[in-house]
Nanobody, 128 residues
Framework: QVQLVESGGGLVQAGGSLRLSCAASGRTINTYVMGWFRQAPGKEREFVAA????????YYLDSVKGRFTISTDNAKNTVYLQMRSLKPEDTAVYYC?????????????????????WGQGTQVTVSS
């Protein structure tokens, strides 16, 4: 069983920064792929970023490349999403998610139905 707890959301002005955290627990959590999705009002949940605990070659949604950085702290079993140059269109509930698998991160970015565990979500609001 895996548990994911997000924190760090809030209200920020356009151009600002936020860092989301996801505390992960579970006996074999370091074998999981970790990811972030987001869901804006009236829209489907979309992939944002994914990473393995090794930290090698994370994968991003095109629209966040160069602005968002996903990273891991293996000692704390925590995944971060550093968000910079935020835009109003980044406003959404952000979810941490975990998937046990060996396929590419790009493969797992295709749909949220592939992911096994989800956090409760944290709201990010970017004002213009």
């Amino acid at each position: 069983q895996v548990q994911l707890v997000e924190s760090g959301g809030g209200l920020v002005q356009a151009g600002g920064s936020l860092r989301l955290s996801c505390a992960a627990s579970g006996r074999t959590i370091n074998t999981y792929v970790m990811g972030w999705f987001r869901q804006a009002p009236g829209k489907e949940r979309e992939f944002v970023a994914a990473i393995r605990w090794s930290g090698v070659a994370p994968y991003y949604l095109d629209s966040v490349k160069g602005r968002f950085t996903i990273s891991t702290d293996n000692a704390k079993n925590t995944v971060y999403l550093q968000m910079r140059s935020l835009k109003p269109e980044d406003t959404a509930v952000y979810y941490c998610t975990a998937k046990q698998g060996i396929r590419s991160l790009e493969y797992y970015s295709g749909t949220d139905s592939l992911w096994d565990y989800w956090g409760q979500g944290t709201q990010v609001t970017v004002s213009s």
